[in-house]
């Protein structure tokens, strides 16, 4: 034990507040203020009805006689209106569907050959169409020979839910807020999707495209001689209505 002389603690006593100023400015600068705010509910059709980009089949069914071996002219239209679409947006395999142990089954796999000859000559490859056999579930209906492929699809809803009352009642509290109702806006956005030429355009844009030079030309030189540079219609006088009794 040792013996401390009166000169000790007021040194002792300046050791401890610089102590313990320091450590309050060290808190000081770490310290962090929490702010909270209140969660605000989502009025907007798009966040309740979003449009999700998924990938859906495409198909179509061809239906064969069981006296004919072939296929119809708007058979083979559609045939074709396939393939080019499959070379524009398909992402797998055409699978093609024929009917077996039924009373079209032999008719069915020769219409089969003929629209694969007309898949490969859109620009289909023989790599991706794919056969397999099915059994009808139902023996009455008539077989068909269905065709499908994946692609990328955008989709939306489903619609029609009405999860509360329109009107004033003790569970719709949201009446006197004037607050739009949950089925608002779904079918928009549902026929939006619906439409879209390519799906992937309601998550990013395109590349811009080379200009058409040949169009271009025209109008700068055009500019250059100091002539208008709009375009003329020659029939378009002709939608204009009468000067007659003017």
């Known amino acids: 034990m040792t013996n401390r002389t009166p000169l000790d603690?007021?040194?002792t006593l300046r050791l401890v507040g610089a102590l313990v100023g320091l450590s309050a400015a060290l808190g000081a600068c770490t310290q962090t203020t929490e702010i909270v705010t209140a969660s605000v509910?989502?009025?907007?059709?798009r966040q309740r009805h979003p449009i999700a980009?998924?990938?859906?089949?495409?198909?179509i069914v061809v239906f064969v006689g069981q006296a004919r071996g072939g296929l119809s002219?708007?058979?083979r239209t559609d045939i074709m209106g396939l393939a080019h679409t499959w070379v524009r947006e398909g992402t797998g395999a055409?699978?093609?569907d024929v009917p077996v142990d039924t009373p079209n089954a032999r008719a069915a796999a020769a219409s089969f050959r003929e629209i694969r000859s007309l898949l490969m000559a859109g620009g289909v490859p023989s790599r991706a169409i794919t056969m397999r056999h099915y059994h009808p579930d139902d023996p009455r209906t008539l077989p068909t020979i269905r065709l499908s492929y994946p692609k990328i699809s955008a989709v939306a809803g489903p619609c029609g839910l009405w999860p509360e009352d329109?009107?004033?009642n003790i569970d719709n509290s949201?009446?006197?807020e004037n607050r739009q109702y949950h089925n608002f806006g779904c079918a928009t956005q549902r026929n939006?999707?619906?439409v879209v030429d390519n799906p992937a355009d309601l998550v990013q844009p395109r590349p811009e495209t080379a200009a058409y030079t040949p169009r271009r030309s025209i109008a700068f030189d055009k500019y250059r001689k100091g002539v208008a540079t709009e375009t003329t219609y020659p029939e378009a006088d002709k939608a204009k209505l009468s000067d007659t009794g003017k």
Do not use: F, K, W
Not at 53 to 59: G, I, P
């Open 166 to 168: 329109l009107g004033p």
């Open 9 to 11: 603690r007021p040194r």
């Open 41 to 45: 509910p989502s009025n907007d059709y």
């Open 73 to 75: 002219a708007p058979q």
């Open 94 to 96: 055409i699978v093609a």
């Open 53 to 59: 980009v998924t990938e859906a089949n495409r198909s």
């Open 174 to 176: 949201g009446y006197n």
């Open 192 to 194: 939006l999707a619906a």
